[in-house]
């Protein structure tokens, strides 16, 4: 059986990740077709606009996704083409791992969390506008619906049942925004009864960043609004080694999407030094999610005995290897 995937490849370092991330996959003996799309930067001077509707309609069809990192311009410019996506498919879930790895030296071993962001709603709602002519003085709206908190809320319970998980933490900043943050927070509360067998507590983000970084293994699942969780969740790549790391899944009722949670890294684009681990490992992710679970798990474990041994790994882990041949030894040992 052959699952048909939209392949965005992206903007920066995002072809020569997401091209890694083909081959390894591949290498499984999955039944993936690509359908190469584009979006980002590099679809302007071909499409005239960041997301063109032929890449949304094969998305719609697919209903599956991997995706390269999109540039997105800072300040003025078009809207992120991530929001876009998101808000177009109504993926509500971004699943984002952050597990150590054997053989790297970080400060902590034995992190195993997952940050559960809400992804189409609070600060990142896309509401944002100057109220005086002179662009003197600017609002955004931050949206929170009792709808939003309540399905994001059950899917992290959910997701802790699935995956063996024993206790849920809230994060929240319900003392300042009373209303908000208040409202994701009494909709946790209501909905962790209903999970007696998971431990539920809720902190505030500010601590939860403090706590972070002090002790990373007291956390397991983290619930959380759309700014918190795109901040914490770069700190816990950060815990585990970087962001060349960790993947991501943006999931919806219909359509999943599946990239690393890095960016297009400008500094490193076109030398062919980029780590394509978190993009292989969102093609694991991929391979889960469309049933062919005993590839993506061979897939990760690959992944993780290259970064245990240590050889030839990319510079940001302290190697002198290239993308290239940190997917050729993942290759390789898929075939072992
Ligand atoms: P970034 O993640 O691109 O880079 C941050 C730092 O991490 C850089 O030093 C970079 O070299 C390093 N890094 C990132 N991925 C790496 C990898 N695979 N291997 C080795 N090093 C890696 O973040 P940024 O610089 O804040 O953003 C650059 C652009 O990417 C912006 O346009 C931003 O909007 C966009 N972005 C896109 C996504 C996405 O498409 N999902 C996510 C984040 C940022």
Redesign the pocket.
């Known amino acids: 059986m052959t699952t048909r995937v939209t392949l965005i490849r992206?903007?920066?370092?995002g072809p020569e990740?997401v091209n890694a991330a083909i081959r390894c996959v591949e290498a499984t003996g999955a039944g993936v077709e690509w359908e190469s799309m584009e979006a980002g930067a590099g679809a302007i001077p071909t499409h005239g606009a960041p997301l063109p509707d032929v890449t949304v309609q094969s998305i719609r069809t697919n209903r599956l996704c991997l995706?390269?990192?999109?540039?997105?311009?800072?300040g003025g410019g078009y809207r992120?083409v991530?929001v876009a996506l998101r808000q177009e498919f109504d993926l509500y879930a971004n699943l984002r791992p952050a597990q150590s790895f054997a053989g790297l030296v970080t400060r902590y071993e034995g992190v195993d969390l997952v940050v559960v962001r809400e992804n189409t709603q609070g600060e990142y709602s896309g509401i944002e506008h100057y109220i005086d002519p002179t662009k003197s003085a600017a609002e955004a709206i931050s949206i929170i619906t009792r709808f939003g908190c309540d399905r994001i809320i059950r899917f992290a319970f959910e997701h802790a049942r699935a995956h063996g998980r024993k206790k849920v933490t809230l994060v929240h900043k319900a003392n300042i925004l009373k209303m908000t943050s208040g409202l994701f927070l009494q909709v946790g509360r209501e909905i962790a009864e209903g999970y007696k067998d998971i431990a539920f507590t809720d902190i505030i983000v500010d601590n939860c960043a403090m706590q972070l970084v002090r002790d990373p293994t007291r956390f397991e699942v983290i619930v959380t609004t759309n700014l918190f969780g795109d901040i914490l969740s770069d700190l816990a790549a950060g815990l585990v080694g970087?962001?060349?790391l960790v993947p991501g899944a943006n999931i919806g009722e219909d359509v999943a999407i599946f990239?690393?949670?890095?960016?297009?890294?400008?500094?490193?684009a076109g030398k062919g030094?980029?780590?394509?681990?978190?993009?292989i490992l969102a093609g694991a992710m991929l391979l889960d999610r469309i049933g062919q679970k005993e590839r993506g798990g061979r897939l990760e474990l690959a992944v993780r005995r290259v970064i245990a041994r240590g050889k030839e790994l990319?510079p940001?882990l302290g190697g002198r290897g290239s993308t290239e041949s940190f997917a050729d030894q993942i290759i390789r040992e898929l075939a072992s």
């Open positions: 992206g903007d920066g370092i990740v995706k390269g990192p999109l540039a997105t311009p800072v992120s991530n970087g962001l060349g990239e690393a949670v890095h960016g297009t890294a400008p500094d490193i030094i980029a780590n394509p681990t978190a993009a990319t940001d």
